[in-house]
């Protein structure tokens, strides 16, 4: 099986049924050519200025990584409102659930947030990871009725080939148990041109390739993942609070400024459990009270 390469025309429908499918899928030209240009521009001063790292089990000897790139670009929220990445998250991650409050039952859909914002440059000389599930971040059990935890993508900003270490997926491992080992006979590269992205699900076995090319492999990682979980980059430590409430509304909740329903995440103010959003001085200051029963989803199943 390989990973299908869709235009950046193609339905979000047609985006989900590849990752129904396949468990990850490219999307040609998925950032524009401005926003391609500005991830460069801001990242790669910083990102050049940086040591390898030193994990030779699974990040790498190799391999330059950059997180907290709200912090660092703008165009970071670029990658997070790009309508396929958001149209794949909202289906695998806002899942409808019902819940008991005494003999009433009432429905809830969870918020998503991002998780991981990274840049991962791969040099030449640097080895394959080990193939893995990112969802293990939370030892998410599989198939789990079938739910996601995590939506995820990568974005090339350097081409990526089969020779420079574009990621590698095993197609169809979504759908796996947690007994069958995934092994490298399996995986396939991902192969795509600067400014395309994979988009891939938290259960599907993927990994960092061997770069045996003469130049580095740079790719922008960013996930969607359920609002309840804990996030795996600490946004809340890598930026100051000043720094989240000059970025966008829509972004700072995505950063996790932002409650889950039913109520997760919630601040006390002046006695009340509030959404964080009313924090912000531009908030409209109407931060719902955060409850079990009156959020706005929180309705009787008819
Ligand atoms: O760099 C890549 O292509 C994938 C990296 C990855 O999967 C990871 O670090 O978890
Ligand atoms: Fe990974």
Redesign the pocket.
């Known amino acids: 099986m390989q990973l299908a390469t869709l235009p950046n025309t193609a339905t979000s429908a047609e985006v989900i049924a590849s990752l129904e499918h396949s468990g990850g899928v490219i999307v040609s030209n998925f950032v524009s050519d401005d926003t391609l240009v500005g991830l460069e521009r801001d990242l790669r001063p910083k990102l050049d200025s940086l040591a390898f790292g030193n994990d030779p089990y ?2 790498g000897t190799r ?1 330059r990584r950059l997180g907290a790139l709200f912090k660092h670009t703008r165009h970071a929220a670029d990658i997070a409102r790009q309508p396929h990445f958001r149209a794949a998250a909202e289906h695998y991650l806002r899942v409808e659930e019902h819940i008991y409050l005494g003999e009433d039952q009432v429905k809830t859909v969870p918020t998503m947030q991002i998780g991981v914002t ?1 840049v ?1 440059d ?1 040099y030449p000389g640097e080895g394959k ?1 080990p193939l ?1 599930r ?1 969802d293990s971040v939370w030892q998410w059990r599989h198939p789990h009725g079938g739910r996601q935890a995590r939506v995820q993508v ?1 974005v090339a900003v350097t081409d990526f080939t089969a020779d420079n ?4 997926v095993i197609p169809g491992s979504h759908l796996w148990d947690d007994r069958r080992p995934p092994t490298i006979d399996e995986a396939v590269p ?1 192969v795509m041109s600067a400014g395309s992205a994979l988009i891939w699900l938290g259960g599907t076995y ?4 061997e770069n045996r090319s003469a130049t580095s492999r740079t ?1 922008i ?1 960013m996930t969607l993942d359920l609002g309840y979980l804990r996030q795996e980059e600490n946004h809340y430590l890598a930026l100051t609070f000043d720094e989240v409430a000059a970025l966008p509304d829509d972004i700072r909740r995505l950063l996790g400024y932002q409650a889950c329903e039913p109520t997760c995440g919630w601040i006390e103010h002046e006695g009340v459990m509030r959404d964080p959003s009313f924090l912000f001085e531009d908030s409209d200051g109407t931060a719902e009270q955060v409850s079990m029963g009156t959020r706005s989803t929180a309705e009787p199943v008819a």
């Open positions: 699974f990040s391999t990274q991962i791969i990871q893995h990112d990568m270490g574009g990621t590698l991902t993927h990994a960092g390739g790719g990682t």
